[in-house]
């Protein structure tokens, strides 16, 4: 019942392509419309080449989509540098760089350039989107993957924990906690942290990535990463690491706390959802400990929903990096796209949210096929 | 005198308040889930009362500078005559916490009336008429749902203002921002519904007696379909002041001359924080939070209430039946919906939908 296609589901988690998979009705209906599966993982090829293929239309929406909206306003040269140069300047300018061609010529023109993996040149510092991306790309990276650690440490266990008191006490508190946590916007959070923790206390630094030293460090390094977690580690400096994960911790915490009050919530109701099923309390009648019967029974065939959603939150960190860069300054993609609002650099903020929409594009892609190899109802 | 029936055994009567869902499942929560709806509303009041009566209860005007005292001073801390202090700019803070709750509540307004309006009439269309349209737009609207929220915003807001604006320049800008996120929500649950009711037994007869399609659309299905957007309505209304907090704290957000916006005041109080100064941020980031909970603690209990996997146990057998087994999770929403995608890539092992036997 609950999985009837016919039920509004936008929540049930899994995608809907899995939702068709798992039972089209009329699939039923017209059995030989079926392919035949001569052997094993057969399903699984078809199911990753169409998921593949699906990035494409996606990538091609989003890039037309943001292309045309940036072009509304007129053309980037006249945003960036008008009123600081006469109009006969401007003029020269915008021909130079093809702007007066007809919008259709300039678009593309510009979709040429993305198969070619040229996503444009910054106006105000002259510089390759692209080499953009490889410069500050590590950073957002580090800084998204310090909050998917803590949002897992903090997620995870207490949403079983939320889901196992259900309706007690513990389950309230968790839950306000959790909608808090979505509440509160990233800076304010950041803010909040900084005044407690830097201000206040002086525990910790108030922005950037390291002190000065631990950048020069990490600019001598030969054959850097650009994730200061890595370099440092392979530097070997223990006060170096020491400092790193300093700087690290409230910008991690900030973003992590928001997408942590999320996970909280996915696991709550999808371990909820599983609580209530007759094997777990079969298992509870043969005596399986309440501490497995939440952590095994009811929380593995919670994961899958919890994967593709947790996978569709790297849009929202995304999105939450640029805030929590800015707050930080932490010197990653969203600062840096920050940094070009100001400058009405519209050429390189295009750029970059055309290569972050590609990266969402690529992420749910991998989350689906983890999701296909998780569970095998999702591939046919 | 009639005695009292426990809740379960009372005889329904289908009043007009009772056709209200939200009534109904406010009245069918209980305890822990009851609390959370009380606090929502409460908190939700507060704001819309805020909004509403900025102009008497802020001591001061949102852009105002000086008094018959002269000038209020930068940074100045929280005094007698300014509650909060006042910020960088010189502005009280107070009053701008006040007044931002009408900014807020004008955005919400607009953006939710927008993208519902928009939403419903493509998901309506998109799910009755099928074919490449229905496909286009689904296609479209699932590649604009999987991208970044705020990046989206921000490039609407270039698009339509150029980053700056004044009041209502700046509401609308802010609002149509927010509409085109939230338009695939809208558009994904309509075409749902619609696409399931089109199959109905009913809505096959109104075809027999030769109701026109329009006439179908509006009347049999649209009717039928709306059972959900309260739910996404709300949680919207939550995520719609984020966002907007968040284009404010980019630095897209309104003129402080023209209105005041939280995120705007955040912004400006960043460099504040280093120095130790909390007044200017403090404040507006709890408006902020406290306006965000207010609504989604309204959304999550409604969500619970109208979902009967997560209902209250006792609550369960008083309404039993009558609840649609309808869940939204304002993060979970809306998984891509690919089928379309499929079929026109020529995986055809997903058969048409059922739209073509009609005829």
Avoid at chain 1, 37 to 47: A, E, I, K
Avoid at chain 1, 49 to 67: A, C, G, K, M, N
Avoid at chain 2, 307 to 333: E, F, I, K, M
Wanted: some cysteine; glycine content about 8%.
């Amino acid at each position: 019942m609950i999985w009837s296609p016919h039920t509004p589901t936008i929540s049930i988690g899994i995608t809907f392509v899995s939702t068709l998979l798992i039972d089209a009705p009329s699939a039923a209906k017209k059995p030989e419309t079926r392919p035949k599966r001569t052997r094993d993982g057969s399903g699984l090829r078809r199911y990753l080449i169409i998921r593949l293929l699906l990035i494409v239309p996606t990538i091609f929406i989003l890039t037309t989509l943001v292309f045309m909206l940036m072009r509304v306003t007129g053309d980037p040269i006249t945003a960036a540098l008008g009123g600081r140069l006469t109009a006969d300047q401007l003029q020269e300018r915008i021909h130079a760089a093809g702007f007066d061609r007809p919008i259709i010529v300039q678009y593309f023109e510009y979709i040429g350039q993305i198969f070619t993996g040229n996503f444009g040149t910054t106006l105000s510092d002259n510089r390759p989107v692209l080499e953009v991306l490889t410069t500050y790309g590590a950073a957002t990276l580090e800084l998204a993957f310090y909050a998917l650690v803590i949002a897992f440490i903090i997620g995870i266990p207490f949403g079983m924990l939320a889901a196992y008191f259900r309706d007690k006490a513990p389950d309230a508190f968790l839950r306000v906690v959790a909608i808090l946590f979505y509440a509160t916007p990233v800076f304010f959070a950041g803010m909040v942290l900084k005044l407690i923790f830097s201000v206040w206390l002086k525990w910790l630094p108030v922005s950037g990535r390291g002190t000065t030293t631990t950048e020069l460090e990490m600019q001598l390094l030969k054959g850097k990463t650009g994730i200061y977690l890595i370099d440092a580690l392979r530097i070997g400096d223990g006060a170096i690491l020491a400092d790193v994960l300093a700087h690290a911790l409230l910008p991690g915490l900030a973003l992590g706390l928001l997408t942590a009050g999320i996970f909280l919530r996915l696991v709550r109701t999808n371990v909820i959802g599983t609580l209530s099923m007759d094997y777990v309390d079969a298992a509870r009648s043969r005596g399986v400990k309440e501490f497995r019967l939440v952590r095994v029974h009811a929380y593995r065939p919670a994961l899958i929903p919890i994967i593709t959603v947790i996978g569709m939150q790297i849009a929202l960190l995304l999105g939450g990096a640029v805030l929590t860069e800015s707050t930080f300054e932490w010197k990653g993609l969203g600062y840096q796209l920050t940094q070009y609002l100001q400058a009405r650099d519209f050429v390189a903020v295009q750029g970059i949210v055309v290569l972050l929409a590609v990266i969402v594009a690529v992420t749910n892609f991998i989350v689906d096929v983890v999701a296909a190899l998780i569970d095998p109802r999702v591939r046919y | 005198m009639t005695t009292t029936l426990p809740p379960a055994l009372r005889p329904t009567k289908r009043g007009v308040l009772s056709r209200v869902k939200f009534l109904n499942n406010a009245r069918s929560s209980v305890g822990v889930q009851r609390g959370m709806l009380l606090t929502g509303v409460i908190l939700t009041a507060l704001l819309i009362l805020t909004a509403i009566f900025a102009p008497v209860i802020a001591p001061f005007g949102f852009s105002q500078l000086r008094d018959d005292g002269g000038l209020f001073g930068a940074q100045s801390a929280p005094n007698p005559k300014h509650l909060l202090g006042t910020t960088t700019g010189g502005y009280d803070v107070l009053s701008r916490v006040i007044w931002g709750a009408q900014t807020a509540v004008s955005v919400v307004i607009v953006a939710v009336l927008l993208s519902i309006i928009a939403g419903v009439t493509l998901g309506l269309l998109s799910g009755y008429i099928g074919g490449w349209l229905d496909r286009m737009l689904v296609v479209i609207c699932d590649a604009i749902y999987a991208f970044p929220t705020l990046l989206l915003a921000i490039v609407m807001s270039i698009a339509i203002s150029g980053g700056q604006s004044s009041l209502w320049g700046g509401i609308f800008a802010a609002s149509i921002s927010i509409t085109v996120v939230f338009i695939p929500q809208y558009f994904r649950v309509i075409r749902a519904e619609t696409v399931r009711i089109k199959n109905e037994a009913y809505v096959e007869s109104a075809l027999v007696l030769g109701a026109s399609s329009p006439r179908i659309m509006f009347r049999h299905v649209l009717r039928n379909a709306t059972r959900s957007l309260p739910l996404i309505f709300t949680l919207n209304s939550s995520e719609a002041i984020l966002t907007l907090a968040g284009l404010g704290f980019l630095g897209f957000g309104i003129e402080p001359t023209s209105a005041a916006e939280w995120g705007f005041d955040l912004n400006k109080a960043l460099a504040d924080v280093s120095s130790g100064i909390w007044w200017t941020s403090v404040p507006p980031g709890l408006a902020i939070v406290l306006a965000v909970l207010g609504i989604t603690l309204v959304g999550e209990s409604l969500n619970d209430l109208a979902d009967p996997r997560l209902r209250g146990r006792r609550a369960v057998a008083a309404t039993a039946g009558s609840v649609a087994a309808t869940s939204v999770d304002p993060v979970a929403a809306v998984a891509p919906d690919t089928e379309s995608l499929i079929t026109m890539l020529g995986a055809n092992y997903y058969p048409e939908p059922e739209s073509k036997q009609k005829s």
